[in-house]
């Protein structure tokens, strides 16, 4: 099954990423997509080069490139990188006037128009804002769109702080757009922000867009008391590293570990590359950092450890594929006898998701909130 969209006269075929069997029928897009494509239609009809921001599955991407606009995307997700790619080739889009870039590289200076999906994390906010304030040439429109109640007093402080006189429009379908105006001058916004980790002598370094950005949170806490150590040299993964705090302290266990930082966002693979770097200059060799989509096209059966906290969302939606994906990449990455060792709430099951798929899993501890589960791979197992 596809999901199909209709802009304006324009059909598309857009699907979320990655692809998912059980999850196909998620829309990949919102009516604050909608509402930006009708209002920047109607109202910049000879816009010819436009900067998105956040846009999570390619639909504006899609559906701009299609007018046959230079449009360049910003996201901190590599997965809606990959997704925005997919969608223009299903399309059978051109992609010689649409580039990409992270959250972390500098900005196109000249545009006509920005547009910009609010996130939620209003640290982010401030960190974007501040960085089209630094580029933008005075005068330049930037439009946001979210779900009305996803716009708070905050959103629009933020606007009106790094931007410049701000509005609000009506709500349409349950979305609202945040309408402003670059006037000119660098408003810095200060990130990467630091914070010295608890019972240690570490400081973690957190990027504007990566969770727990001010504190170490209660779940990797929790997870602290049951990572492993070892003197023995060990491949380790800390999947969905955010920050790094985790293999940060994994590493400090396990000095002869080589351990690899994977995310999804930009940002939490640089915020672990710094904290590792600033707390283990010594042990920075044995570290790699890398940006991906869980562990895709990670070398089968080559490391011994993985480690993670899965998230439950993708974007706006609620939903277990995620966590299935990196239970079964973690799978078919361990060597025979390779743990995957989790951190997770109570209530989301991975017990029994681990048993069905490892044929085992043990309880390492539990709390009011967390559980800590190991499951073994065993290559007597399908």
């Known amino acids: 099954m596809t999901t199909q969209a209709q802009f304006g006269d324009k059909k598309f075929t857009l699907e979320r990423f990655p692809l998912d069997q059980k999850n196909r029928s998620l829309q990949a897009w919102d009516s604050a997509d909608e509402y930006l494509i009708d209002y920047v239609t109607e109202h910049y009809p000879d816009c010819r080069s436009l900067l998105i921001l956040n846009d999570s599955f390619g639909a504006l991407s899609c559906y701009f490139s299609k007018q046959q606009l230079t449009v360049c995307s910003v996201n901190d997700s590599y997965i ?21 870039l992270d959250s972390l590289s500098a900005l196109p200076e000249q545009v006509d128009l920005v547009i910009l999906k609010v996130p939620r994390t209003l640290a982010f906010l401030q960190y974007q804002l501040s960085e089209l304030s630094e580029v933008l040439a005075p005068g330049t429109p930037v439009i946001g769109a979210a779900k009305t109640k996803d716009v708070h007093n905050s959103t629009i402080k933020a606007f ?10 009506l709500a349409v379908k ?18 990467p922000v630091s914070w010295p980790l608890e019972g240690t002598d570490f400081t973690i370094s957190n990027h504007a ?77 044995q570290c790699a ?94």
Not at 82 to 95: D, G, M, T, V
Not at 161 to 167: D, N
């Open 209 to 285: 867009n990566v969770f727990s950005r001010d504190s170490l949170d209660i779940g990797a806490r929790f997870f602290f008391d049951y990572l492993p150590q070892t003197n023995k040299a060990k491949r380790i993964i800390d999947l969905g590293c955010g920050n790094g705090v985790v293999g940060l302290m994994t590493l400090s266990r396990c000095p002869n570990a080589e351990v690899t930082f994977v995310d999804e966002s930009y940002m939490a693979v640089e915020s672990a590359r710094l904290t590792v770097e600033l707390n283990m200059e010594n042990k920075f060799e």
């Open 80 to 100: 809606s990188h990959q997704a925005a790619a997919y969608n223009l080739a299903e399309n059978k889009i051109p992609s010689t006037t649409f580039s990409q």
């Open 160 to 169: 009106e702080q790094f931007i410049g006189e701000t509005k609000t429009s």
């Open 174 to 191: 349950k979305s609202r757009l945040v309408i402003s105006q670059a006037q000119g001058g660098y408003k810095p916004a200060d990130f």
């Open 289 to 382: 950092f890398i940006e991906n989509d869980c562990l895709t096209g990670f070398e089968r059966e080559s490391v011994d450890i993985v480690l993670c906290n899965p998230p439950f969302h993708q974007a706006q939606a609620v939903t277990d594929h995620i966590a299935w994906q990196m239970f079964k990449q973690a799978k078919d990455t361990l060597k025979n006898g390779g743990e995957l060792r989790i951190i997770g709430n109570r209530h989301l099951d991975y017990h029994d998701k681990l048993n069905r798929m490892f044929g085992n899993c043990q309880l390492l501890g539990s709390n009011k909130k967390f559980v800590v589960l190991s499951a073994t791979k065993n290559d007597g197992m399908l």
